[in-house]
């Protein structure tokens, strides 16, 4: 079936560093979504983006649909320790309609 | 608040026995969704619902069986032939489909779900 690519699997950065992760696809999405997920809790959505080379900032975080409309990125500047968490990437099947996810991005900030 | 309500937090599971997790929203969201969650995986899809008295199979639903009775509700059963269950199970829900079709999905907090 379809998937997403999403890497690095892992970060472990110092704090006020810039974190840049991203999700690529085979085929095209119609529409890119980034979430966070604290653990034990469920995901929150941070950006949508629904065109194709859109971008995006939420705060300290920017998100961009790639013009191919196969990739995204997520940057988050100047890193705090609450940015500690599970980032997903999600994008929406221009074929079928679905809402892939990627595998997760694990961020871990040293204060 | 209007919001996604997962219970219970915490489920154990006897060998051979059914469980139900539950899922309620508030949120007027025609579509709700039930995903599974294992260590340093991407959510699966278990089953998904457009509209009251429908529902779809996702990726995984063997062993599953849902029931949309109503709008703000959507309980998932992890029957006996689900073999291996334990993980973090999340309910979603977003406007139907078909009339906002790229209306991103809102989560609840999750059942963790454990074999005794």
């Known amino acids: 079936g379809q998937q997403l690519n999403q890497s690095p699997q892992s970060m472990f950065i110092q704090e006020g560093e810039d974190v840049s992760m991203n999700c690529t696809s085979s085929s095209i999405f119609n529409t890119w979504l980034w979430y966070k997920q604290d653990p034990g809790e469920g995901p929150v959505l941070l950006i949508a983006?629904?065109?194709?080379?859109e971008l995006t900032s939420n705060g300290r975080l920017t998100a961009q649909f790639g013009i191919t409309r196969k990739d995204s990125f997520l940057n988050i500047s100047a890193s705090i320790p609450s940015d500690v968490g599970i980032y997903f990437c999600a994008g929406r099947s221009s074929n079928t309609g679905k809402l892939i996810f990627g595998q997760g991005t694990t961020l871990q900030v040293k204060p | 608040d209007g919001g996604i309500t997962q219970s219970p937090k915490y489920l154990f599971r006897k060998e051979g026995q059914n469980v139900t997790l539950s899922c309620e929203q508030n949120?007027?969201?025609?579509?709700m969704y039930w995903y599974r969650q294992d260590p340093g995986q991407g959510l699966r899809l278990i089953y998904y619902?457009?509209?009251?008295?429908?529902?779809q199979k996702g990726d995984i639903a063997e062993g599953y069986s849902v029931s949309r009775e109503k709008k703000e509700s959507f309980p998932l059963t992890v029957t006996s032939a689900q073999k291996n269950p334990t993980a973090f199970y999340l309910c979603?829900?977003?406007?139907?489909?078909?009339?906002?079709?790229?209306?991103?999905?809102?989560f609840g907090d999750g059942t963790r779900l454990s074999i005794l």
């Open positions: 949120l007027n969201h025609d579509a």
């Open positions: 983006l629904y065109k194709a080379g």
């Open positions: 979603a829900s977003s406007i139907r489909r078909q009339t906002n079709s790229n209306q991103p999905q809102h």
């Open positions: 619902s457009q509209i009251v008295n429908d529902f």
